[in-house]
T-cell receptor, first 112, second 110 residues
Framework: SAVISQKPSRDICQRGTSLTIQCQVD?????MFWYRQQPGQSLTLIAT?????????ESGFVIDKFPISRPNLTFSTLTVSNMSPEDSSIYLC?????????FGQGTRLTVV | EDQVTQSPEALRLQEGESSSLNCSYT??????LFWYRQDPGKGPEFLFT???AGEEKEKERLKATLTKKESFLHITAPKPEDSATYLC???????????FGKGTKLTVNP
């Protein structure tokens, strides 16, 4: 199993600003995943972050809007840039897949 | 396009009232169907993996079953602590990416 610490747990931000979400894992992992969970919607994969390489973004998500850092095998950050109210959502980091998937507790972002 | 549809969106039960949640899927080459539980303010927590039609898994009051087109999560004699959102997911065909349904929010009243 893996223990994932995600910070902040929630934040209220002004439109036009940026927020960086941190994700710390208690063990070394190759891939980390960032998801968005909008109200009433399914978890949607934003990007996959591999240490030492550029993150791979899913359709509809771009690096300028959601830059990701992966400086080592236990840590990653996701920045939500130039925020608008439509970015209000829960953002989750994850390691592993399927039965080996472990998630952080999520960051509840509200953009006003 | 790979899709996962869960129903109902929300379900209210009385304690002890058994019911089932549904997850229908369309994916090329199923390589696993996964059930997760998500409590408010927390990330999803893994419950079950099902790989082939006819397979069943049980854990306490929960039993997950799988057919070629859908999966059911049966809840027997639920308790208030079973209240949560239950998520279903499959691997996207040909990749290691998970495709999630929107979830079913279960509320069990005492």
């Amino acid at each position: 199993s893996a223990v994932i610490s995600q910070k902040p747990s929630r934040d209220i931000c002004q439109r036009g600003t940026s927020l960086t979400i941190q994700c710390q894992v208690d063990s070394q992992v190759t891939m980390m995943f960032w998801y968005r969970q909008q109200p009433g919607q399914s978890l949607t994969l934003i990007a996959t972050a591999n240490q030492g390489s550029e993150a791979t973004y899913e359709s509809g998500f771009v690096i300028d809007k959601f830059p990701i850092s992966r400086p080592n095998l236990t840590f990653s950050t996701l920045t939500v840039s130039n925020m608008s109210p439509e970015d209000s959502s829960i953002y989750l980091c994850s390691v592993g897949q399927g039965p080996e998937a472990f998630f952080g507790q999520g960051t509840r972002l509200t953009v006003v | 396009e790979d899709q996962v549809t869960q129903s109902p969106e929300a379900l209210r039960l009385q304690e002890g009232e058994s019911s089932s949640l549904n997850c229908s899927y369309t994916v090329s080459g199923l390589r696993g169907l996964f059930w997760y539980r998500q409590d408010p303010g927390k990330g999803p927590e893994f419950l079950f993996t099902l790989y082939s039609a006819g397979e069943e898994k049980e854990k306490e009051r929960l039993k997950a079953t799988l057919t070629k087109k859908e999966s059911f999560l049966h809840i027997t004699a639920p308790k208030p602590e079973d209240s949560a959102t239950y998520l279903c997911a499959v691997f996207q065909g040909g990749s290691e990416k998970l495709v999630f349904g929107k979830g079913t929010k279960l509320t069990v009243n005492p």
